[in-house]
């Protein structure tokens, strides 16, 4: 078994190369974007030492049914899967936001609320919740799109005045967000699922708004298991969920927070198989299907050339 952990193509009209934290991006005639899922992980915008087995396979899967899904409520980036791990669609002009939409209190929303704060990214918040309640609203805390580093929290009127997005392009951005949130809702609430809270990312391209990268996936979203959600919280008991957290929460206990000067604990291949395991998991009961697991045995020629196939369509 291998595991992607980057990629290094030269593909015909190939114009630039860029490696996110988790994708690889290669832009086409700056028409098409083709994005490589790989097996990397980043946990407190840190990519973690080791890959994991099948989670680039997870997270283009998941990512392309929801947007498959959702391109009623806005149009999406996406043109073609020609591989498990690939991605293919237009060459968007990125928003230098994510609309993170928050239905519960959790991750850093909690932990934020925890340090004694009622207003996070400019939207206040009532006192008396616990960690996991289900806020009176779902709400929108955006932050900044770093290149490298940590992404910022940033308020609604920060982005607007200080002009990385219009007003009147912001809040058509809030409304896809939101849109996209409700139907994640009631997609996930069909598997017995909670969307506790996801990000978006927007760009354009021909003067047109459309949804870009991933959606609904474990490393841009938060599940928690529906059944058993109240009990569990009023018993102060902590909730069944789906998602990164669990590594996020693994390496705090580690002492490592992505801050300067920590080291990222050691990675065992059982604890790397776990966390596999999962996101398979998660993939099955977000999606209902069955996963099967791709053959990764020369892997990396194997992407190469079906992409070489596609452009050569």
């Given at each position: 078994?291998?595991?992607?952990?980057?990629?290094?193509?030269?593909?015909?009209?190939?114009?630039?190369?860029?490696?996110?934290?988790?994708?690889?991006?290669?832009n086409?005639?700056?028409?098409?974007?083709?994005?490589?899922?790989?097996?990397?992980?980043?946990?407190?915008?840190?990519v973690l030492?080791?890959?994991?087995?099948?989670?680039?396979?997870?997270?283009?899967?998941?990512?392309?049914?929801?947007?498959?899904?959702?391109?009623?409520?806005?149009?999406?980036?996406?043109?073609?899967?020609?591989h498990?791990?690939?991605?293919?669609?237009?060459?968007?002009?990125?928003?230098?936001?994510?609309?993170?939409?928050?239905?519960?209190?959790?991750?850093?929303?909690?932990r934020?609320?925890?340090?004694?704060?009622?207003?996070?990214?400019?939207?206040?918040?009532?006192?008396?919740?616990?960690?996991?309640?289900?806020?009176?609203?779902?709400?929108?805390?955006?932050?900044?799109?770093?290149?490298?580093?940590?992404?910022?929290?940033?308020?609604r009127?920060?982005?607007?005045?200080?002009?990385?997005?219009?007003?009147?392009?912001?809040?058509?951005?809030?409304?896809?967000?939101?849109?996209?949130?409700?139907?994640?809702?009631?997609?996930?609430?069909?598997?017995?699922?909670?969307?506790?809270?996801?990000?978006?990312?927007?760009?354009?391209?021909?003067?047109?708004?459309?949804?870009?990268?991933?959606?609904h996936?474990?490393?841009?979203?938060?599940?928690f298991?529906?059944?058993?959600?109240?009990?569990?919280?009023?018993?102060?008991?902590?909730?069944?969920?789906l998602?990164?957290?669990?590594?996020?929460?693994?390496?705090?206990?580690?002492n490592?927070?992505?801050?300067?000067?920590?080291?990222?604990p050691?990675?065992?291949d059982?604890?790397?198989?776990?966390?596999?395991?999962r996101?398979?998991?998660?993939?099955?009961?977000v999606?209902g299907?069955?996963?099967?697991?791709?053959?990764?045995?020369?892997?990396?020629?194997?992407?190469?050339?079906?992409?070489?196939s596609?452009?050569?369509?």
């Amino acid at each position: 078994m291998q595991v992607l952990t980057s990629s290094s193509f030269q593909l015909p009209d190939q114009k630039w190369f860029y490696k996110g934290k988790v994708r690889d991006v290669y832009n086409i005639k700056n028409e098409k974007l083709i994005m490589v899922a790989t097996d990397r992980i980043s946990a407190f915008d840190v990519v973690l030492p080791k890959g994991i087995p099948y989670k680039g396979q997870v997270l283009n899967q998941i990512a392309s049914y929801f947007l498959n899904a959702t391109r009623d409520i806005v149009p999406n980036w996406l043109l073609d899967v020609p591989h498990p791990m690939v991605s293919i669609g237009l060459n968007c002009t990125p928003y230098k936001v994510e609309m993170v939409v928050r239905g519960y209190l959790a991750g850093h929303a909690a932990r934020e609320y925890k340090l004694g704060k009622r207003k996070l990214c400019g939207v206040s918040l009532p006192d008396g919740l616990k960690e996991n309640d289900k806020l009176p609203n779902p709400i929108i805390t955006p932050t900044t799109k770093a290149a490298e580093g940590h992404d910022q929290d940033i308020s609604r009127e920060e982005i607007i005045s200080q002009g990385i997005v219009s007003e009147k392009e912001y809040e058509q951005l809030e409304n896809y967000a939101l849109a996209l949130y409700n139907r994640g809702t009631a997609m996930s609430a069909e598997k017995g699922l909670i969307l506790v809270d996801t990000k978006y990312e927007f760009g354009k391209y021909q003067d047109k708004i459309y949804l870009i990268d991933e959606i609904h996936t474990p490393d841009s979203s938060r599940y928690f298991i529906a059944e058993g959600y109240e009990a569990r919280q009023t018993a102060g008991n902590k909730q069944k969920q789906l998602s990164k957290e669990f590594v996020r929460e693994w390496l705090i206990s580690h002492n490592f927070q992505g801050l300067e000067g920590q080291q990222v604990p050691e990675m065992t291949d059982v604890w790397i198989n776990e966390i596999s395991d999962r996101y398979i998991e998660l993939f099955e009961k977000v999606t209902g299907q069955t996963f099967v697991k791709h053959n990764t045995q020369n892997i990396g020629q194997e992407i190469e050339e079906a992409i070489i196939s596609y452009l050569k369509k």
